[in-house]
Structures are given as C-alpha cells and as structure tokens.
C-alpha cells in the first residue's frame, strides 16, 4: 500500500496505518473521529397534525416533507443512533474508540 487508504474496512485496517508512524497514527485517529460522529442519524417519529409545533433542540427538529400520497407534511425527527453505522458494523465501542483516540 503506498499512502493513506481511502477507505477502512475493519479495526485492523486502523490499526495497520496507526503502526506506520505519526502522522498516519492522526490521520487514522481523524477517519475514526469523522466514523464515530457520522453513527447518528435522523429518524422520523411522527407527522405534526395543522398547527401542532413539534420539538426543535440539539436531538429534535421539525422538517416539511411529503406522505405516501405525495401531499405536503410536517414530520418530527429526532437524532438516534444507527445501529447499522459503519462504527458498529467494524465493531468499535465508544470505549475502543476512546482508546484508540487515547494512544
């Protein structure tokens, strides 16, 4: 392999461009960091009645969409964690994650 990968595929994949040396060592902690934040995702709770508001904060938001008949909605969302994320199907934790990061 000559130069950083373009993509990860496994812990050992991390692991492999952490041994090469220092810079590879942050650069591989910066793909883990854009992994970990990219394992949230928003996901649809309900649809707002007319004039219903909705919850709007860090994890909530409201957004206009359409049902399945096409027409104009307001929809809650709110930010959960996918557990079909990248992060998790590699099988890093939040703890090896941090260890990683730590080293």
């Not at 040396?21 to 591989?28: R, S």
Request: aromatic share 8%; hydrophobic share 40%.
């Amino acid at each position: 392999m000559r130069g950083l990968p373009k993509q990860y595929h496994t812990i050992a994949d991390f692991n492999n461009v952490a041994a090469q040396g220092t810079a590879e060592k942050e650069a591989a902690k910066d793909a883990l960091r854009a992994l970990q934040a990219a394992r949230y995702i928003w996901k649809q709770t309900e649809i707002l009645e007319d004039g219903q508001e909705g919850i709007s904060d860090d994890t909530h938001r409201v957004i206009d969409t359409q049902n399945e008949a096409q027409e104009p909605v307001r929809a809650q969302m709110e930010l959960v964690l996918d557990e079909y994320s990248a992060f998790s199907r590699m099988g890093w934790t939040v703890q090896t994650a941090a260890e990683f990061l730590a080293a």
